[in-house]
């Protein structure tokens, strides 16, 4: 089962994008603090987080930059070649 559950605070606000077939699609990332213990310096992660359609519409339209957020997705992961380097992606289905 492919089930990831965050919370954290946006990084940056959300932009509404559409693709050429008019669907909506919106990108952004959220900084997710780790657990630590007592005397040991926090560590923050930040996720990659893709919504489409009306939860893509929604969340530019209700977030802001510094909100905090629960997000329910999926992992989605990728590779890509660039200029002779394999890279892979990491990213979550809202």
């Not at 965050?6 to 693709?19: A, V």
């Not at 560590?43 to 510094?66: E, H, M, P, R, S």
Request: aromatic content about 8%; overall charge positive; glycine content about 8%.
């Amino acid at each position: 089962m492919n089930v990831v559950v965050l919370i954290g605070r946006l990084t940056d606000n959300p932009e509404l994008r559409h693709t050429n077939s008019n669907i909506a699609v919106t990108r952004f990332s959220i900084a997710v603090d780790r657990g630590y213990r007592s005397g040991e310096e926090r560590q923050t992660d930040f996720i990659n987080i893709v919504a489409w359609n009306q939860l893509a519409t929604n969340c530019t339209k209700y977030l802001v930059k510094g909100s905090k957020v629960a997000v329910v997705g999926s992992i989605l992961t990728g590779s890509y070649e660039r200029d002779g380097v394999k890279r892979q992606t990491f990213d979550i289905r809202a």
